[in-house]
């Protein structure tokens, strides 16, 4: 890894530094601050001419700053002669705006990806975006993984009985899919309505829960609403106990005021994608990390191997 440098902005430093930690290289010296008007300032300390550079930023809450922050490191580390540059996104955000699916909407997830490239990255590193298909945003090499691996270990190592895979919608089915499969469950499926963009409505449970633990997977924690009111609904089918396994803990808004006082949901477990504020933290919220995965692809994509191995199974 002698001709890697890998640097991070002010998005989730400790994510940063613990992939360095199971690469066994430090984090590239970096200042990224602020001018006294706020625009961002940044100058990358170590040499990274020739380099494989390799630059993580979560676009996590607040969004802008850190995209922006992002933007800023990847045009610095192109005018100062890197040789690549992999933009590496644990969690992409405005993944949620990729299609126009009302009159006069942008696709704000291809103008991300468009920036991205504009900057000068020669490729992308992600986990669980919220939509494949915005891979197909980006005309520059894209690798996507998944947190299926670390998520399935915890409930494989948690032994729960009579457990079933439970998709919160039916546009998470997939995904569902391969969580039952990987830990050799079955699946059900809740069909839910959105009714604006904080509340959803769940209209009907498909599949045999009755007596069951259910685990619920979902790309994505924001505001709880379809989460919690799918455990709740699970609960009023029978189900004896309710998890959740999502890869990216947005928990925006009264998130966790809703989750500590839910009665249905048991337990919430994300991963590190997004760093999880000291206000955030809950008896009910267990965090396992993806740092060994992203650490795993980084070492990959700098040794030109293949990493459709660190997710081959995650998408059959
Ligand atoms: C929806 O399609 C996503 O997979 C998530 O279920 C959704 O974005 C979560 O948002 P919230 O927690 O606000 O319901």
């Not at 699946?187 to 959803?200: F, G, H, M, N, Q």
């Not at 040794?303 to 199974?313: G, K, R, T």
Request: aromatic share 4%; with cysteine; glycine share 6%.
């Amino acid at each position: 890894m002698d001709k890697t440098r890998i640097f991070t902005g002010n998005a989730h430093p400790q994510l940063a530094e613990s992939i360095c930690r199971q690469l066994k290289v430090s984090l590239g010296k970096a200042l990224i601050s602020r001018f006294s008007e706020g625009e961002i300032r940044v100058k990358l300390q170590d040499n990274v001419r020739g380099k494989d550079v390799f630059i993580i930023q979560p676009t996590c809450p607040p969004a802008n700053e850190n995209l922006m922050e992002l933007l800023i490191m990847i045009d610095a580390a192109r005018r100062a002669s890197a040789w690549r540059i992999t933009a590496v996104l644990p969690y992409y955000a405005y993944a949620r705006q990729d299609r126009k699916d009302q009159p006069r909407v942008p696709i704000t997830a291809k103008l991300v990806a468009n920036l991205i490239t504009a900057s000068g990255a020669d490729r992308v590193l992600t986990m669980d975006l919220h939509a494949s298909q915005i891979q197909g945003f980006f005309d520059i090499p894209v690798d996507h993984l998944y947190a299926i691996n670390p998520l399935c270990e915890y409930f494989k190592e948690k032994a729960v009985a009579d457990l079933i895979v439970v998709s919160p919608d039916v546009g998470g089915t997939r995904m569902a899919r391969a969580y039952a499969k990987r830990l050799g469950v079955g699946l059900a499926i809740v069909d839910k309505r959105r009714e604006s963009p904080e509340k959803t409505e769940v209209m009907h449970i498909l599949g045999d829960v009755k007596g069951k633990s259910a685990v619920m997977v979902d790309d994505i924690i924001a505001t709880g609403s379809s989460l919690l009111e799918a455990a709740e609904a699970l609960k009023k089918q029978g189900v004896k106990k309710v998890f959740a396994a999502v890869s990216h803990g947005i928990l925006s808004g009264n998130a966790i005021e809703r989750l500590n006082a839910s009665t249905a949901l048991e337990e919430l477990v994300i991963t590190d994608t997004i760093p999880l504020a000291e206000s955030k933290r809950s008896d009910k919220i267990t965090v396992v990390s993806a740092a060994p995965l992203l650490a795993d692809a980084i070492k990959r994509i700098h040794d030109e191997q293949s990493i459709s191995c660190l997710f081959d199974e995650a998408t059959k």
